[in-house]
């Protein structure tokens, strides 16, 4: 199993010995497309790519191009032309920095939901455009891509064709609930459970990926180093109760609130102010196998240490290539990453 991270540009100078010696591949973010062009200016970060190569040799650095609302991609992709100039431009933005490949995150193929350019042939052009951009990054160099975590990406995508050009498919599991949603619940839980709302998990999409066509060694799931959260939970009945959610008594969880589920506390800021502190109970829904954070008014989602734990474990389990992140800035306690490690890492002892 692998260990990816996403790093933003400026936080790779301040990576620690101990965070390099966990990862097995950095998630540079972020490159953009402009003009069908890959476009990066590394020369900041020299010194610091290098300083990361001297502490770790055999790592992996790769440059993540797009993100949310990074627009370009449908442009790019729609004729042979400019996915060449796309293809050849990432190359040489590699070449140029001594990087390793190139992660491509459009958000997404298809769809104009992020406020970017789609297309009707986005589909097609988008296995076009991996394929192109191979053909520039021969093996040992990578291309990876990061995938939205549910079934809608693998329906407007040819993901079995896709998966033939690349080294991973890191499923971005997680904000699964919150944006458009004004009922709590798990952002990234790793099974559909009884007192979550809406039917997402980690094991939904790794089984709508694998029914795709994408072998489950290339398969990479996500962990967030974030939290989302609901303010204004209506938690108490007209008795002041908790409310319950059918049969499994779940305080919080899969109740309306005032707000949709915004941006929350990254992990840093969780610890600091709301794990098992001012006012706010932590609490484990097994089926779920995810915690969260209530107290009676806000309800919070995150990951732990337990729940990265039986994350790995499913990983494991089914198969799955290994687990990324995003992004390591969010947790300066040094807790997470730590956790994916040496879960890891015990579970390839135990298959020794």
């Not at 962990?223 to 204004?232: A, E, L, N, T, V």
């Not at 938690?235 to 919080?252: C, E, F, S």
């Not at 102010?273 to 932590?282: Q, S």
Request: aromatic share 10%; glycine share 10%.
């Amino acid at each position: 199993m692998k260990l990816i991270g996403y790093v933003n540009a400026d936080d790779l100078a301040g990576m620690t010995k101990q965070d390099v010696d966990a990862l097995d591949v950095i998630n540079i973010a972020f490159g953009k497309v402009c003009e069908d062009q890959i476009v990066w200016n590394g020369d900041p970060y020299r010194e610091a790519l290098a300083r990361v190569r001297e502490l770790k040799p055999s790592i992996r650095i790769l440059l993540s191009v797009g993100g949310w609302s990074a627009d370009g991609f449908s442009q790019a992709a729609m004729t042979q032309e400019g996915r060449e100039l796309f293809a050849r431009t990432g190359a040489a933005v590699a070449s140029e920095y001594g990087l390793d490949g190139i992660d491509i995150d459009w958000e997404y193929p298809g769809s104009s939901l992020a406020g970017i350019h789609s297309h009707a042939d986005d589909r097609e052009n988008f296995t076009k455009l991996l394929a192109q951009l191979r053909k520039e990054l021969p093996s040992p160099r990578m291309v990876t891509i990061a995938a939205g975590g549910d079934t809608y990406f693998a329906l407007q995508t040819d993901m079995k064709a896709a998966a033939e050009y690349l080294d991973y498919v890191q499923l971005m599991t997680y904000d699964l609930q919150g944006g458009f949603q004004k009922v709590t619940g798990h952002h990234s839980a790793l099974y559909s459970a009884p007192g979550n709302l809406y039917d997402v998990s980690v094991d939904k999409a790794v089984r709508v990926f694998m029914n795709a066509g994408v072998p489950a060694d290339k398969l990479v799931i996500g962990i967030p180093f974030y939290s989302r959260m609901w303010k204004g939970v209506k938690g108490l009945d007209a008795q002041g109760k908790p409310l319950q959610m059918g049969n499994v008594r779940t305080p919080g969880l899969g109740l309306e609130a005032e707000t949709i589920g915004m941006y929350g506390p990254d992990y840093t800021g969780l610890a600091e102010e709301c794990i098992e502190k001012n006012g706010y109970v932590r609490y484990w829904d097994d089926a779920a196998k995810a915690p969260y954070l209530y107290d009676g008014d806000c309800f919070i989602t995150y990951e732990d240490v337990e729940s990265i734990r039986c994350k790995i474990d499913y990983t494991k389990e089914m198969g799955l290539g290994g687990a990324m992140f995003w992004e390591l800035r969010c947790d300066k306690t040094g807790t997470l990453l730590p956790a994916i490690r040496e879960a890891m890492d015990e579970n390839e002892r135990g298959a020794v």
